[in-house]
């Protein structure tokens, strides 16, 4: 793999594709940098020691975000664990508008995940990923504009360092979903208070999850939905603070996920997706995650 193609696939699995030699379209309302951008200050994780169980207040707040977001039927959350989903928006390469982007993920918990990023500078370009225990794959197509008929290059093994990239992407898309925090070992202590954008006072929660192993969350006191989820990414060969900040929350299948996701890599922002559609409960065969 040319390092030119290695990193459009490293900017592909960190939730935006980079084309060398791509100049942004002009801003459109599409591509638009929104100004509603949730304001959060500088976070630092500072993770304490996996505790033994949860303490009552924080496993007190956890079941009360829990019940906000499913309608105080957390099982509904099952239906998510294997499903897809696809979001529209915006994805950086070298600061604003963005370019026009459509993402679909599936999964099926616990070890199978496909996603499939197409992003629209002066060509279109697609980079697919998959996971499994059966091998793990990536695959790319670039076309013209008006032009159906992309030729994908053939699948390639992803390993190591890009490899890590891809897992940690599927364990951050499956806290996106919910499920994880749900589970039966999951681990939770209080964190500091915070406060995000200018309405948004957010309780602080530790978390040890069986998808990622360490996440902190925010919470707004008044709805008690998730505003804000930050843990350890892997960007571009080397772990950096990612955050997931959350807005619009709307309901699929009776639980509440937010539309609108603003995500950011040390402090620097990678993507905006504006809008999203759900499909709970679907039925993969294994063999469904082998190919694009």
Wanted: one cysteine or more; a positive charge.
């Amino acid at each position: 793999m040319t390092a030119l193609r290695r990193a459009a696939v490293v900017c592909a699995l960190s939730s935006f594709i980079g084309l060398a030699g791509c100049k942004p379209e002009p801003a459109t309302p599409r591509t638009a940098k929104p100004t509603d951008v949730p304001v959060a200050g500088p976070l630092v994780l500072k993770p304490p020691a996996k505790p033994g169980q949860s303490t009552p207040e924080g496993q007190a707040k956890l079941t009360a975000m829990l019940a906000a977001h499913t309608g105080g039927k957390p099982a509904r959350l099952d239906a998510l664990k294997s499903a897809g989903f696809t979001r529209v928006g915006v994805l950086f390469l070298n600061g604003p508008p963005g370019f026009p982007a459509t993402q679909t993920v599936e999964v099926a918990w616990p070890a199978r995940f496909k996603s499939s990023t197409e992003i629209t500078t002066e060509t279109v370009g697609t980079t697919a990923v998959g996971l499994s225990p059966e091998g793990n794959w990536i695959s790319q197509s670039n076309r013209p504009h008006g032009d159906t008929g992309a030729k994908a290059l053939p699948k390639q093994k992803i390993v190591d360092d890009l490899l890590l990239t891809a897992q940690r992407q599927m364990q951050e898309d499956h806290c996106f979903l919910l499920f994880p925090f749900a589970d039966p070992s999951i681990k939770v202590l209080l964190a500091d208070d915070t406060k995000i954008g200018e309405e948004k006072d957010c309780y602080g929660l530790h978390v040890w999850t069986p998808a990622l192993d360490y996440a902190l969350l925010h919470v707004d006191k008044k709805t008690n939905l998730i505003v804000r989820l930050a843990f350890t990414g892997h960007e571009n060969g080397r772990d950096v603070l990612k955050e997931l900040l959350f807005e619009d929350a709307q309901e699929f299948g009776g639980v509440k996920l937010p539309a609108k996701v603003y995500i950011r890599a040390a402090g620097i922002e990678l993507a905006e997706w504006r809008s999203l559609k759900v499909t709970a409960g679907k039925t993969f065969d294994p063999k469904h995650f082998d190919n694009p």
